[in-house]
T-cell receptor
Framework: GAVVSQHPSRVICKSGTSVKIECRSL??????MFWYRQFPKQSLMLMAT?????????EQGVEKDKFLINHASLTLSTLTVTSAHPEDSSFYIC?????????FGPGTRLTVT | AQKITQTQPGMFVQEKEAVTLDCTYD???????LFWYKQPSSGEMIFLIY??????QNATEGRYSLNFQKARKSANLVISASQLGDSAMYFC???????????????FGKGTKLTVNP
């Protein structure tokens, strides 16, 4: 149990376009999901906390208008990178909370050309 | 603010031997949780082991054990009988509260790259 999926696993987009990443809890409901970003050979940095039915809470320094988060159901949160630039190229990982524990998705590797 | 420090960028171990990965933390909270995750080259984060700040016994999960020294604020991961498949990045992380209602945020260290040699 406690499986989290992400889609897509890899995406390449052109600079200036928007990209949507989905995070799904497959066998449990998650009122809270988290979005992390990981640059090469670095640690995971929390970007935002996604709460079902309410606005996401963003970490300091993360632009909420650039990284749009929607948590419309108890099993799905989406992260949209708007007007992507090459510096947004990174590995994006989500996690979903169940009974106090976080279960991570497999990650999405975004490359902006 | 909470902080996790992993001082070993890379570690090497011979297959079948034990290895210790260091982790120290800094927090003013009395209640917190400590985690270790494994991240292979494919990128997924694999949960290994958890230690609550009030747990009196060191956590163990199969070949993984956590050497929790609260006074020294350290939570080292010990992997016994290393296997080639253990080669990966290992991250220590802290959650700010073990109780419901805590922020549940995880703060990660910079990681240690473990290489198991045959």
């Amino acid at each position: 149990g406690a499986v989290v999926s992400q889609h897509p696993s890899r995406v390449i987009c052109k600079s200036g376009t928007s990209v949507k990443i989905e995070c799904r809890s497959l066998d449990f409901q998650a009122t809270t999901m988290f979005w992390y970003r990981q640059f090469p050979k670095q640690s995971l940095m929390l970007m935002a906390t996604s709460n079902e039915g309410s606005k996401a809470t963003y970490e300091q320094g993360v632009e909420k208008d650039k990284f749009l988060i929607n948590h419309a159901s108890l099993t799905l949160s989406t992260l949209t990178v708007t007007s992507a630039h090459p510096e947004d190229s990174s590995f994006y990982i989500c996690s979903a909370r169940q009974v106090g524990e976080q279960y991570f998705g497999p990650g999405t590797r975004l490359t902006v050309t | 603010a909470q902080k996790i420090t992993q001082t070993q960028p890379g570690m090497f171990v011979q297959e079948k031997e034990a290895v210790t990965l260091d982790c120290t933390y800094d927090t003013s909270d009395q209640s917190y949780g400590l985690f270790w995750y494994k991240q292979p080259s494919s990128g997924e984060m694999i949960f290994l082991i958890y230690q609550g700040s009030y747990d009196e016994q060191n956590a163990t999960e199969g070949r993984y054990s956590l050497n929790f020294q609260k006074a020294r604020k350290s939570a080292n991961l010990v992997i016994s009988a290393s296997q080639l498949g253990d080669s990966a990045m290992y991250f220590c992380a802290m959650r700010d509260s073990t109780l419901q209602g805590g922020s549940e945020k995880l703060v990660f260290g910079k990681g240690t790259k473990l290489t198991v040699n045959p």
